[in-house]
Each structure stands twice: as C-alpha cells, then as structure tokens.
C-alpha cells in the first residue's frame, strides 16, 4: 500500500534528522520532572496518579508534534525534493498522510517513553507506604485522549508546514497554534452558543485529558478532535494540489 511505503520512508528519515530523537528526549525529560513535581504538590490529596501522568504527558505533546511536522513539507521544500513529489503520480493525500503518520508515531514513541517511565515509578521508586491511588483504565482513557490530541497536533503542523520556507518558522507558528487554537474555539463556542451548552472547560484538550483519566469522557472534544484532524488532512491535500498545480503551470 502507498500509504506504509510513504510511512516506511518518512518515519526513518525523521528519527534520523535533528526533528526526531533530540526533541522525543528533551520532552521525555521535561515531562517526567513535570511529573515528579506533579506527584510532590499532590501528596496528602485525592489526585490520581493517570490524571497527574496524562497531564504531564499533555504539556510536551505539542511541543514534540510541532517539531516533528516542522520537518514536513518545509524541509522537502528546503532541498528540493518538493518538486520532485509534484512530479510523481502519488496522489496528495498520500504525502500528506505520509508525513502525518511519520510524526504521528514519533508521538506515540514518547507516550510509550512517558509509560515505561511511570511503570518505573510504580515498580520500584516510589515507597511503599506512598498512598497514590490509580486504575489501568484510567491509564488506557488517558492514553487514548492523548493519541487523538497528537494526531490533531501533527496534522496541523503539515499543513503549516505547506506555506513556511522556515522549518524554525514552522515550528513556532505550530506551536503557537497549538497553544492557543483550543481557547480561541472555545471562546467562539462559548459566544456563539448559550444555556447548558455554554459549559465549555477553557483548557479544554488539558480537561479532556484529567477527565478521561478519572473516567469521564466528553465525546465532544473527542469527536473534535478527531474531526479537526481530518479537516486540516483533507485541507492539506488541497493545498498540496494547488501547489502542484502552479509548479505544473510553470
């Protein structure tokens, strides 16, 4: 299939650059001190250990995504590869699931980092009186909150990568769109809508994350998620072609 030839390609070519395994371990070490801080400030309360571990985990997901799909389209365009790409019969939307998927499982590389590192925690630092109370499930719903953030991440830092010269001026415009995306929806749903639907949390993808740790899962942000993942896909597909479409008028 296309798709895992793409994926085969892009995936090695990422972990090898400078986009892959410095930043995977500069998140990975940012996010277990933030967990150990986490789990310092929570002693003495109800705090759940996959609602502390998902948060931390949270906080680097989009700096991680924003330097994997920088390389993107920025890079190919850097060396020349892009039109090289548009000359090719593979059609846009496999390019562009390609680099998705590439940066996709860079992400998912370090949410398996982050859970060996709580298994450590778990099996042999943490004492044994230490009251810290936590479920395998509730490790699973944070997982899978925490995919569906990653994937939403990457997909809108290819598509940023399609307009940018600059994998630096990639990144930080990803970044800053990842931080600041989510409150600005939902100030827009919290305007545009009212009665009981104008509960919005205002740190919704971090919200989502403690909630379905702890159980709850708000199928809104899930399928919104999910949903803005396929749009900026599709989006980036688009663009793809209309840049194809000048070079080939060129």
């Known amino acids: 299939m296309i798709f895992f030839t793409l994926l085969r390609r892009e995936f090695p070519q990422l972990v090898r ?6 930043p995977i371990f500069l ?4 996010a277990n001190a933030l967990l150990v801080s986490f789990l310092m400030k929570a002693e003495g309360t ?11 985990v949270a906080f680097g997901l989009p700096f991680l995504a924003a330097v994997a799909a920088s390389r993107g389209f920025t890079q190919d365009r850097e060396n020349g590869m892009l039109r090289l790409m548009f000359s090719t019969p593979v059609r846009a939307r496999w390019w562009v699931l390609g680099k998705v998927g590439a940066a996709w499982m860079l992400c998912l590389f370090y ?3 982050m859970a060996t590192s709580c298994y450590v925690l778990l099996r042999w630092l943490l ?5 810290l109370s936590y479920s395998w499930t509730g490790f699973l719903f944070a997982g899978g909150a925490l995919m569906l953030q990653a994937l939403l991440w990457c997909s809108l830092g290819t598509f940023v990568s399609l307009f940018s010269r600059s994998s630096a001026s990639t990144f930080l415009f990803a970044l800053v769109s990842c931080l600041f995306a ?8 919290t305007t545009l809508t009212t009665g009981s639907m104008t509960q919005w949390p205002w740190f919704p993808l971090q919200t989502m994350v403690y909630d379905c740790a702890s159980g709850l899962i708000d199928v809104r942000l899930a399928v919104g998620c999910l949903t803005g ?3 900026l896909i599709y989006a980036s597909g688009m663009v793809f072609d209309a840049l194809r479409l000048c070079a080939t008028e060129r």
């Open 17 to 22: 650059s400078g986009h892959g395994i410095v």
């Open 27 to 30: 998140s990975l070490a940012g």
């Open 46 to 56: 109800t705090e759940t250990l996959p609602s502390l571990w998902g948060l931390a």
């Open 111 to 113: 949410l398996l980092g």
């Open 127 to 131: 004492p044994e009186d230490a009251q």
């Open 182 to 189: 989510p409150p600005l929806v939902v100030f827009a749903l």
């Open 229 to 231: 993942s396929l749009v």
